[in-house]
C-alpha cells in the first residue's frame, strides 16, 4: 500500500520537476565556457614561458660557472685544454643554448 | 587556418561519439570540439540542477560555468567507471556547497556590522530569487540536504548510489533523506503528494 503511495508520489514529483524544469537553452554558454578555458589556457602558457625565462636568467650565470669549473677540472686532471675550455664559455652562449631547449622543457612542465 | 572540410569532419565526430569516447577524446588529444560537445550536452541538467539548488539563475549560471572549467582542468580524473553526468554533477554539487560556504561566511561578516547592512544585503539576495512555482513551494519545506537529494533524484533521474556518490552521503542516508523528504511533502503538501 506504502510502495503504491509511493510510486504515486514520484509520478507528481517528477511531473512537478518536469514541468518546473524544462531545458534550458544553450544561449552561448557553451562558446563562453570554451572561450574561457581557451583564456586560461593562453595564460597558463605565458605563466610557464614566464617562469622558464626567469629561470634561465637566474640559473644562466651559476651554471656558466660550473661549466667553467668543469672545464678547469678537465683539463688540470687530463693534463691538456679540452673543448669545453674555460675561456671559451661566454654567458650568453648558456643562455642562447638553454633558450633552445626551453620549448622543450616548458611543453615537458605542461605535460 | 584550420580547413573548413576538416574542421566539420571533426566537429560531426564529435557529435556522434558517447561521453567516454569524447573524454578519451579530450584527454588524450586536448580536443576543444569533443569538450565542446560534452558542454552543449550536458549544460542544461547542470544549470537547470544548479538553478534549483540555488534559487538564483544568475548564481547558478555562474558556478555551472565554473563547473566545466574545474571538469576540463580535471578531465584525466574521469575513470570512466561511473557516467560522466554523474561525474559532474559531483564537481556542480561541489561548486555549489562552496558557494553556500562562501555565503554564510559573507553573512556572518555582514552580521557584525549591524542590522543595516543585513537588510540591504537581504533585499540586494531576493532580488536573485528566480522561482515562484509549486516546486519552490514544496522545496522550500525541505531542508538543504533533503532538497538537493530530490533535485538530483527526481530532475536528473540519477540512482540512489550516483546520489550518494554526488554528495558524499551513504545510501542509506540517501534512502532516508528521500524517505523523509517524501513524508514532509505528504505532510504539508497533501494535494501534492495524492494524499487527497
Redesign the interface.
Known amino acids: 500500500m506504502t510502495g503504491i503511495?509511493?510510486q504515486?508520489?514520484?509520478e507528481?514529483?517528477?511531473g512537478?520537476?518536469r514541468?518546473?524544469?524544462p531545458?534550458?537553452?544553450?544561449d552561448g554558454?557553451?562558446d563562453?565556457?570554451?572561450r574561457?578555458?581557451?583564456r586560461?589556457k593562453r595564460m597558463r602558457r605565458a605563466v610557464l614561458y614566464l617562469a622558464a625565462g626567469l629561470g634561465l636568467a637566474i640559473a644562466a650565470r651559476p651554471a656558466t660557472e660550473l661549466l667553467m669549473a668543469a672545464g678547469d677540472w678537465m683539463t688540470a686532471s687530463l693534463g691538456q685544454s679540452v673543448v669545453l675550455a674555460a675561456d671559451r664559455f661566454e654567458p650568453m652562449v648558456v643562455v642562447v643554448v638553454l633558450g633552445l631547449l626551453s620549448p622543450f622543457l616548458v611543453s615537458l612542465l605542461e605535460d | 587556418m584550420e580547413d573548413p572540410i576538416a574542421k566539420n569532419l571533426k566537429l560531426s565526430t564529435a557529435e556522434s561519439g558517447s561521453d567516454e569516447e569524447l573524454v578519451a577524446r579530450a584527454v588524450s588529444l586536448q580536443d576543444?570540439d569533443a569538450?565542446?560537445e560534452l558542454?552543449?550536452r550536458h549544460?542544461?541538467r547542470v544549470?537547470?540542477c544548479l538553478?534549483?539548488l540555488t534559487r538564483d539563475f544568475a548564481l547558478a549560471?555562474d558556478l555551472?560555468?565554473e563547473t566545466?572549467?574545474r571538469a576540463?582542468d580535471k578531465l584525466s580524473s574521469f575513470s570512466g567507471q561511473g557516467r560522466f553526468v554523474s561525474w559532474l554533477m559531483k564537481l556542480a554539487y561541489n561548486e555549489f556547497l562552496q558557494s553556500r560556504r562562501k555565503a554564510k561566511r559573507y553573512s556572518a561578516a555582514v552580521d557584525r556590522f549591524g542590522t543595516e547592512q543585513t537588510a540591504v544585503h537581504n533585499q540586494a539576495g531576493s532580488a536573485g530569487v528566480a522561482?515562484s512555482?509549486?516546486?519552490?513551494v514544496?522545496l522550500a519545506a525541505l531542508s538543504e540536504e533533503e532538497r538537493s537529494v530530490?533535485?538530483m533524484s527526481?530532475?536528473l533521474g540519477l540512482s540512489h548510489a550516483e546520489i550518494g556518490d554526488v554528495t558524499g552521503m551513504p545510501i542509506g542516508t540517501v534512502k532516508s533523506h528521500i524517505h523523509r523528504a517524501?513524508q514532509r511533502?505528504?505532510e504539508k503538501f497533501p494535494e501534492?503528494?495524492?494524499?487527497k
Open positions: 503511495h509511493n504515486r508520489d514520484d507528481r514529483l517528477r512537478l520537476f514541468e518546473a524544469m531545458p534550458v537553452a544553450d554558454f557553451s563562453r565556457v570554451l574561457r578555458i581557451g586560461r | 576543444g569538450f565542446g558542454v552543449r549544460q542544461s544549470r537547470g538553478r534549483q549560471d555551472a560555468q566545466f572549467v576540463w522561482f512555482s509549486d516546486l519552490e514544496v530530490m533535485v527526481f530532475a517524501r511533502i505528504r501534492e503528494s495524492g494524499g
